[in-house]
């Protein structure tokens, strides 16, 4: 672990050497693990690199620290796949006999940057990575796209649907956003 100065704040970094880069990058993990790349023969001062681009550097800490990183890959996909559609089948089951909508298909993918999905169609997709979400968390992505079933926006009428099984709707939605995929 190395450490420098920016702007009077400590930073720690770690330089990783490698065959495959061609020039010196910056990579700042969740949690706030900042990591230099440096390609095997060269020359170039690494922590020069890091206080050149300090700017983005200080802003993508301070954006990563608070974040948790799920776990992924194809491995936890097809480990966890089956698991996120009993969950998921589950959980609509539940929620419907409350809402009673008609529900097409259920489908589970290893989605980039969405939770889940609602099409015009009526059929549903989710992350198979609501299975490392707290039930809470969970349910409310799963009732946020049952609800799209009705309301395909998210006008105040979605979202006093929403409120009716989950009435910690506002907080749910705020705490998700401290999760990257
Ligand atoms: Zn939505």
Not at 57 to 69: E, I, N
Not at 87 to 115: A, P
Not at 128 to 140: A, I, M, N, R
């Amino acid at each position: 672990m190395h450490c420098t100065e920016i702007n009077g704040t400590k930073i720690y970094y770690e330089v990783r050497p490698s065959r495959r880069a061609r020039r010196l990058g910056l990579t700042v993990y969740a949690g706030g693990r900042l990591v230099v790349t440096v390609p095997a023969r060269s020359k170039d001062n690494p922590e020069a690199f890091l206080k050149r681009h300090a700017g983005w550097v200080l802003v993508s800490l301070r954006r990563q620290s608070g974040k948790k990183q799920l776990p992924g890959g194809v491995k936890d996909y097809k480990q966890n796949r089956p698991l996120a559609h009993r969950l998921v089948s589950e959980r609509i089951r539940h929620f419907n006999t409350f809402y009673k909508f008609t529900v097409g298909n259920v489908t589970i993918r290893n989605t980039r940057s969405r939770w889940g999905s609602c099409s015009r169609k009526g059929n549903l997709s989710f992350s198979y990575k609501l299975v490392h979400l707290s039930p809470e968390l969970s349910d409310y992505i799963i009732v946020h796209e049952l609800c799209h079933l009705s309301e395909f926006n998210h006008s105040a009428a979605f979202w006093q649907l929403v409120a009716k099984t989950i009435p910690r709707y506002k907080e749910l939605r705020h705490s998700l956003r401290s999760f990257i995929h």
